[in-house]
């Protein structure tokens, strides 16, 4: 389902019924990996076996939904998506590829070939090149840049593990990568970590002194997987998530302009 934040008539937040409202509601009972915005749309992705089988457009205005089906030879699975302005790049480690999607002609092409990365990986835009991280049998970082469909790959301490179903996201030139599964120690993961900046003027030099260090101000409320999230402007909004058999619908927002020796109190997740 998708839901829609309504206005309440009390200043404060409360847990009346009339906070959210159902929408209308897909097929598929899972989705990979998150909501897309593009226009006047919410875009969603399902497996190729499952639901709808396609891409599914939520028309905000409408509130109503259409499918755009996989053509026969397109079979994404577990995968991650990540927008780039009216297209959506999917990447796709069942068939080992990436496949572009076009919002406006709604079409399908696969633009490149990847490695076996495994199950559930990480993806997100910075300075018009795709960051691919984790999945079930990846320990590299893959950099695609989407002007010249070449695929290049770093290796750093970061990566040395398998880690799976992080949420990956770009602010101020920087890569922030939070929550998930590591396989490698068989273990969910509390941690926020920070790349160095990545300067668009210097990126290559960039990429090869690329760091991590963990943000403790920042670090989850516990460890978790499978939650959504959204940037807004300097807010990161976590929407529910997993704990090994526990599963959560709480909401917390982290405002990522806070600095870690803030003193007012709005350093960490706020609940």
Same mark, same amino acid.
């Given at each position: 389902?998708?839901?829609?934040?309504?206005?309440?008539?009390?200043?404060?937040?409360?847990?009346?019924?009339?906070?959210?409202?159902?929408?209308a509601?897909?097929?598929?009972?899972?989705?990979?990996?998150?909501?897309?915005? @593009?226009?006047?749309?919410?875009?969603?992705?399902?497996?190729?076996? *499952?639901?709808e089988?396609?891409?599914?457009?939520?028309?905000?205005?409408s509130?109503?939904?259409?499918?755009?089906?996989y053509?026969?030879?397109?079979?994404?699975?577990t995968?991650?998506c990540?927008?780039?302005g009216t297209y959506?790049?999917?990447? /796709?480690p069942y068939?080992?590829n @990436? @496949?572009?999607f076009?919002?406006?002609?709604?079409?399908?092409?696969?633009?490149?070939?990847?490695?076996?990365i495994g199950d559930y990986?990480?993806v997100c835009?910075?300075?018009?090149?795709?960051?691919?991280?984790?999945g079930?049998?990846?320990?590299?970082?893959?950099?695609?840049?989407? =002007?010249? *469909?070449?695929l290049?790959? @770093?290796?750093n301490r970061?990566?040395?593990?398998?880690v799976?179903?992080?949420?990956?996201?770009?602010?101020?030139?920087r890569?922030?990568a939070?929550?998930?599964? /590591?396989?490698?120690?068989?273990?969910?993961?509390?941690?926020?970590?920070?790349s160095s900046?990545?300067?668009?003027a210097?990126i290559?030099?960039?990429?090869?002194?690329?760091?991590?260090?963990?943000?403790?101000a *920042?670090t989850?409320? %516990?460890?978790?997987?499978?939650?959504?999230?959204v940037?807004?402007?300097?807010?990161v909004?976590?929407?529910?998530?997993?704990?090994?058999?526990?599963? =959560?619908?709480?909401?917390?927002t982290l405002?990522?302009?806070a600095?870690d020796?803030d003193?007012?109190?709005?350093?960490?997740? %706020?609940?």
């Amino acid at each position: 389902f998708l839901y829609k934040k309504m206005k309440s008539s009390s200043s404060a937040l409360s847990s009346t019924s009339n906070e959210w409202t159902t929408l209308a509601a897909q097929q598929a009972l899972t989705v990979w990996d998150k909501l897309i915005h @593009i226009g006047d749309s919410i875009w969603l992705s399902t497996a190729y076996d *499952h639901g709808e089988k396609g891409m599914i457009e939520y028309h905000i205005k409408s509130d109503r939904i259409t499918v755009t089906p996989y053509p026969r030879h397109i079979k994404p699975a577990t995968q991650t998506c990540c927008g780039y302005g009216t297209y959506i790049f999917i990447i /796709n480690p069942y068939q080992h590829n @990436i @496949i572009q999607f076009d919002t406006r002609k709604k079409t399908f092409l696969a633009t490149a070939k990847l490695p076996n990365i495994g199950d559930y990986p990480s993806v997100c835009l910075l300075h018009d090149q795709l960051h691919i991280i984790g999945g079930t049998k990846n320990r590299k970082h893959f950099i695609y840049n989407l =002007s010249t *469909h070449k695929l290049m790959s @770093i290796k750093n301490r970061f990566t040395a593990d398998f880690v799976d179903s992080m949420a990956l996201l770009a602010y101020h030139d920087r890569l922030l990568a939070f929550g998930g599964w /590591n396989e490698s120690k068989h273990a969910l993961i509390a941690d926020v970590m920070q790349s160095s900046a990545i300067d668009v003027a210097d990126i290559y030099a960039a990429y090869k002194r690329l760091s991590w260090s963990p943000c403790s101000a *920042h670090t989850l409320p %516990q460890p978790m997987l499978n939650f959504g999230y959204v940037l807004f402007r300097d807010y990161v909004v976590l929407f529910g998530g997993t704990m090994g058999t526990q599963c =959560s619908d709480d909401i917390y927002t982290l405002n990522l302009a806070a600095a870690d020796d803030d003193a007012s109190g709005t350093q960490g997740w %706020q609940h």
